[in-house]
Structures are given as C-alpha cells and as structure tokens.
T-cell receptor, first 117, second 116 residues
C-alpha cells in the first residue's frame, strides 16, 4: 500500500536555528513528492515538490527538501527558522493507480512546527 | 490571478439535512480534486475530475456523497442526509493538467462543515 509517514507530531525550534521536518514514503514506482503548509483557518499552501532531477529541491519562503531514494525520505529543511514559520506542515505523495488515471495525493498526518522567539 | 475559491466557508447543518459545497477552480485548470480533512488529520482523497469526467471516486465514503463538474469548471460536492461523522473541512484543489510539471495541486480555503 502506498503511504506517507511523518514521524513527529510536533517539532520545536528556536528562532534562527535550522529546522528539519521529517517525511518518509512508500510507493510503487517513482514518487512525486510534495510539501504543503497550513496556517490556522487557511487552506493548504504549496511549498515545493520533487518530480525528477536534482535531489535537493528549493521552494517558497526559504524552504528546501532533499529526496533520498535509498532511505525513501523527503525531509523538509530551512537553514534559519522564523517565528512566522510556525504552522502545520504536510508531506504528500502522488499515487500511481493501475489505470493511470489516479492523480490523488496521499498525505501524512502533519507535523506542527513551533518556532520560539 | 484568483486562486481556488470555495463556498460557503462555514456550514452548520442539522443531521439529516442535505448540503451542497461549491468549488471554483483556477481558470484553465483541467484537474479538480475534493479532499476531506478531519480535525487533527491529513486530507483524505474523495474524488477527482479531469474536465467534466469523474475519473476516480474511490474515496467517497458512501452513496450519500455525490460530486459533479458538468461543464468542466465549477464543481459541487453534495452530501445527502448528513451525519455527525461528516463534520470535517472539505478541501478543493485544482491543477493545470497532466504531466510532471503541471501536477501541483492548488487548494482553496476549504468549507468547514459541522453537522449537529
């Protein structure tokens, strides 16, 4: 079965320190991987994606993520955290159905990031 | 440059009532998705349209849930005879088209449904 795991419910980091939010996946075939951020009472905002190419992907707001095929991971990182980065972060993987029509995303449960001033 | 819009933003329904949730995707986006997000959970896929064709409805939890996109643009998710377990945020997303560089899904703000 295709799945995504975010092993940490919550991550706490001091402002200015580097942050990492972890994600591992299990899919058949080559994965399309995504990170989204969700602020309270707002929709999901796209941060970045890995489709193919360089394993290090750069996205919005200074975030980046590294695709590691051998470890089936796609961890989200930022060199210097801001208080305004505090939000709920979701990792997702695009499913590949047998019919080829399946475009749905399979989601992790989310990680709450708290950046302390 | 409007994004995905959804209406209403909040809906309170009495158990047994029918509700209709609307999604306006980004103009020109071919693909449209509905997801259900329960409190404290990640989104769960409900259904997917490519233009007006509903290509995947495997995530619809029961035959009380019905979605349509008759002209390949606006979509409506209808829930008949609502139950308390239907309380959730319903998210709509759209993407430009198939193909590896056009598959980013852009989400609306969601409709928060509370069934009493």
């Amino acid at each position: 079965a295709q799945s995504v795991a975010q092993p940490e419910d919550q991550v706490n980091v001091a402002e200015g320190n580097p942050l990492t939010v972890k994600c591992t996946y299990s899919v058949s075939g080559n994965p399309y991987l995504f990170w989204y951020v969700q602020y309270p009472n707002r929709g999901l905002q796209f941060l970045l994606k890995y489709i193919t190419g360089d394993n290090l992907v750069k996205g919005s707001y200074g975030f980046e993520a590294e695709f590691n095929k051998s470890q089936t991971s796609f961890h989200l990182k930022k060199p210097s955290a801001l208080v305004s980065d505090s939000a709920l972060y979701f990792c997702a993987v695009r499913a590949f159905g047998r019919a080829g029509n399946n475009r749905k995303l399979i989601w992790g449960l989310g990680t709450s990031l708290a950046v302390n001033p | 440059g409007a994004g995905v819009s959804q209406s209403p933003r909040y809906k309170v329904a009495k158990r047994g009532q029918d509700v209709a949730l609307r999604c306006d995707p980004i103009s020109g986006h071919v693909s449209l998705f509905w997801y259900q997000q329960a409190l404290g959970q990640g989104p769960e896929f409900l259904t997917y349209f490519q233009n007006e064709a509903q290509l995947d409805k495997s995530g619809l939890p029961s035959d009380r849930f019905f979605a349509e996109r008759p002209e390949g643009s606006v979509s409506t998710l209808k829930i008949q005879r609502t139950q308390q377990e239907d309380s959730a945020v319903y998210l709509c997303a759209s993407s430009l088209r198939q193909g590896s560089n056009q598959e980013t899904q852009y989400f609306g703000p969601g409709t928060r449904l509370l069934v009493l």
